[in-house]
């Protein structure tokens, strides 16, 4: 793997592809980097600040499975917006399995910036879709 393939990742949509999560999540300084789009399924990089999250959110129609490449944090999970009743401290190698129908947020809570690779099934952000910030997320859809 070289940074070469770090770059051109989003070419790769619906097309056979490898890559090396680890080395491709160090390398992400994007708060959102959709690298690979299929018809059933999607991988994205996260780059969390330090005291930042992903956001609180909801998918109605799509699984997702979320890794911690680096950092701490704490994942909260409830079927009601204002009830999260499901709270875990997750670090590197944790994997969040985040159900259809469920809000969640993934908060940091380390000293450094926290990575994550997500997958979505089905697809949930168009191909190709990059956030360089939190707040370019939530300008595109309107997040809180």
Same mark, same amino acid.
């Given at each position: 793997?070289?940074?070469?393939?770090?770059?051109?990742?989003?070419?790769?949509?619906?097309?056979?592809?490898?890559?090396?999560?680890?080395?491709?999540?160090?390398?992400?300084?994007?708060?959102?980097?959709?690298?690979?789009?299929?018809?059933?399924?999607?991988?994205?990089?996260?780059?969390?600040?330090?005291?930042?999250?992903?956001?609180? &959110?909801?998918?109605? @129609?799509? %699984?997702?499975?979320? $890794?911690?490449?680096? +950092?701490?944090?704490?994942?909260?999970?409830? &079927?009601?917006?204002? @009830?999260m %009743?499901?709270?875990? $401290?997750?670090?590197? +190698?944790?994997?969040?399995?985040?159900?259809?129908?469920?809000?969640?947020?993934?908060?940091?809570?380390? $000293?450094?910036?926290?990575?994550?690779?997500t997958v979505?099934?089905?697809?949930?952000?168009?191909?190709?879709?990059?956030?360089?910030?939190?707040?370019?997320?939530?300008?595109?859809?309107?997040?809180?």
């Amino acid at each position: 793997m070289n940074d070469r393939d770090y770059h051109t990742a989003k070419e790769n949509n619906n097309n056979q592809y490898v890559m090396n999560a680890d080395r491709m999540s160090m390398q992400n300084a994007d708060f959102r980097n959709t690298i690979w789009t299929g018809c059933y399924s999607q991988m994205t990089l996260m780059c969390i600040p330090v005291c930042s999250d992903i956001g609180l &959110e909801i998918h109605e @129609d799509t %699984d997702q499975i979320i $890794r911690i490449e680096q +950092g701490f944090g704490m994942v909260q999970m409830g &079927e009601c917006r204002d @009830d999260m %009743d499901y709270q875990r $401290r997750v670090c590197r +190698g944790d994997i969040i399995f985040v159900p259809s129908g469920m809000w969640h947020n993934v908060v940091n809570i380390g $000293r450094i910036p926290m990575r994550v690779s997500t997958v979505y099934a089905p697809p949930h952000h168009p191909a190709g879709t990059v956030h360089k910030t939190k707040k370019d997320a939530q300008m595109e859809y309107n997040e809180d």
